[in-house]
């Protein structure tokens, strides 16, 4: 089985994708938005099981990535983030 490259899911109307390739684990969106994002045993950003999210929370912790592995686009498939 090959790398998955993105890892994808939507909360309150928004598309989250981390991009496995360009994480490097620095942590700030767990900092941020520690109940949606965690660090596998790679040391890459995935998402935990949540099951309520604030949206303004969420696309300030996809900001929060210094290497812009995090993309969030609203439901009209608009960038928000990076």
Do not use: H, N, Q, W
Not at 23 to 32: K, M, N, Y
């Amino acid at each position: 089985m090959g790398l998955v490259k993105y890892e994808e899911r939507t909360f309150a109307g928004l598309t989250v994708r981390i991009d496995r390739t360009l994480c490097v684990g620095f942590g700030d969106c767990l900092e941020a938005m520690e109940e949606l994002f965690e660090l596998d045993e790679e040391g890459i950003a995935t998402f935990r099981d949540a099951m309520v999210v604030d949206s303004d929370r969420l696309v300030e912790a996809c900001r929060a990535c210094p290497v812009d592995a995090l993309e969030v686009t609203d439901s009209d498939g608009r960038k928000l983030a990076p």
